[in-house]
Each structure stands twice: as structure tokens, then as C-alpha cells.
């Protein structure tokens, strides 16, 4: 759905690239199509959007989990399967679009932090060249938005590293904890969630079965998902749609997910056509 913080840009620009791949039989590598669908995504929408979305629009696997490293492009597949349990993605029907949001701004912010620090550690060169402990050295060297920002991709880039460690343990528990982690720093830290995103979250802790939550996507609107028990989907979905709506007087839309097949072009076999005159 457009609007909804689930990539729908990304797959119409790898969707539009695959077609005159296959057109034009063209010669394009996978990666090579990913920049290619970011820079028109920086360039001519004007979102200064990551690649993360261009690659599982592209390259995600079945019960695969893509772990990817944005500056090298390299990328790994990590078992996605946690046994009795399913994600559930709940549409908050908040729309953003991410170019009149604060989004940009948000990359501005961590470019400014580079800076900054910069003259207290001159070989980095982004945020993810930071660790906890430099962070916690210099923090209060920094003003106080800018080291919100900075605590937020600092933890958040060891919990996608655990996040990997738990997924090869098949350990359902503790992926959902480190949901819960994320998005409670991407609402008081990053500072991109709304008061619908957070809602849900907190719908979610208060049921039974459910094991994670977080807002999914830039944020400013769009969805939430969850880690949840097989056997407590209905009970979700029910006390959503009771909760939020009488709160928001909005009507959540649901999309029970799995990881899937990235895009791909599929032959078409023409038919002669057959008929009188």
C-alpha cells in the first residue's frame, strides 16, 4: 500500500528496472539495479532513503532474513524461522510521505553529528564508524538533539548485530525483545514515531503471545509489526481494531507477512491468436 512505510517506492523502481532489463535485454547486475533504483529514489523523488529497501525488494529469500552492510554492499542470508510464531504488520492508516516529512532532516542531523566529532575522532567517517564506547566518552561534548540521534544508530546497529547472533539460534523471545529496544529508541531518540505507531506498540506488550513490536518503515506514519504466537493472531487483531479505533477513529488494515522471493521477471509464452475472417 502507498504511504504505509512498507517499501512500495523501492519495488516499483526495482519492478520498473526488472521490465527493461528483460525489454531491452539489458546487461545490469542485481547490485548495480539496486543503486540505480536508490539514486532515482535521492535524485528525482528527493528522499535521502538508505538502500535497504531497494535490496529486499530485490534480493530477499524465502525464511531468509537479509543482514546487509550499506557501505560495502555485501549482504548474508540469516534463518528466519522462529518456530510457532509470525509476523503480523498492522497498518496505522497514518499516510507520510517521507520527502515533506522530517526525514530529511534526520539525515541532516547525523551529518552534522559526523562533524562534530569528527575533531574527537578524525578517522571516522559516518555514525556507524562510532562505538558505544566513543559515544559514551564524547556525549556530552554534544548537543543534546544530536546525541539522541547518535545514541539511537549507535545501539541500533548492535542490536541488528545481536538481532543476527538470536535469528541463527531461532530464539523467538529475544528477537521480539530487541523489537521492543528499537522502537522505544526510535520514539525517544530518533524521535520518528506518532502517537498512532506508539499505540499499537503498546497494545501489542499488553497482549498475551505477542513477543516484539515496533514501528516498520522511516516512520512518520505507515505500520507497525509484530512478533506474535501462531495461536494469538485473532486475539490481536480483535483488541487493535477495538483499541484504535475507538481512540483514533481509524480502521487498521492487516497483513500477515513471511519472507518471501524478491522481485524477478517471469518469461511470458506468447499465444498465436486464432480466428476467421
Known amino acids: 500500500p502507498e504511504g504505509a512505510g512498507l517499501s512500495s517506492s523501492a519495488s516499483i523502481e526495482i519492478a520498473t528496472l526488472l521490465s527493461f532489463k528483460e525489454l531491452y535485454d539489458l546487461e545490469i547486475k542485481p547490485l548495480e539495479m539496486i543503486t540505480l533504483a536508490r539514486k532515482a529514489e535521492n535524485d528525482f523523488v528527493g528522499v535521502e532513503c538508505g538502500i535497504m529497501d531497494q535490496f529486499a525488494s530485490l534480493l530477499s529469500r524465502e525464511e531468509k532474513a537479509l543482514f546487509i552492510d550499506c557501505r560495502s554492499l555485501k549482504y548474508q ?14 497498518n496505522s492508516m497514518v499516510k507520510r510521505k ?47 538533539t544530536l546525541k539522541k540521534r547518535i545514541e539511537h544508530i549507535v545501539y ?25 529496544q528499537s522502537h522505544k529508541s526510535l520514539k525517544d531518540f530518533y524521535e520518528v514515531s506518532i502517537d498512532e505507531l506508539d499505540l499499537l506498540v503498546e497494545i501489542g506488550k499488553d ?60 518469461a511470458l509464452v506468447s499465444k498465436p491468436l486464432l480466428g476467421y475472417i
Open 77 to 90: 542470508y540469516i534463518p528466519l524461522l522462529l518456530k510457532g510464531c509470525s509476523f503480523l504488520v498492522c
Open 98 to 144: 517521507l520527502a515533506d516529512s522530517s526525514y530529511n532532516k534526520r539525515r541532516q542531523e547525523c551529518r552534522e553529528a559526523v562533524k562534530i566529532l569528527q575533531e574527537y575522532l578524525p578517522e571516522i567517517v559516518s555514525l556507524r564508524d562510532v562505538s558505544i564506547n566513543d559515544f559514551e566518552k564524547y556525549k556530552l561534548l554534544l548537543p543534546d
Open 156 to 180: 541500533e546497529n548492535e542490536r541488528v548485530k545481536e538481532a543476527v547472533k538470536v535469528l541463527k539460534k531461532g530464539n523467538a523471545k529475544a528477537f521480539g525483545e530487541l523489537m521492543c
Open 207 to 266: 497482549e498475551p503471545g505477542v513477543l516484539g513490536a515496533r514501528v516498520t518503515g522511516a516512520g512518520f506514519g505507515g505500520c507497525v509489526i509484530y512478533l506474535v504466537k501462531n495461536s494469538f493472531i485473532k486475539k490481536l487483531k480483535e483488541s487493535i481494531l477495538d483499541v484504535y479505533s475507538k481512540k483514533t477513529r481509524l480502521i487498521p488494515q492487516f497483513y500477515e507477512v513471511v519472507p518471501s522471493k524478491g522481485a524477478y521477471a517471469s
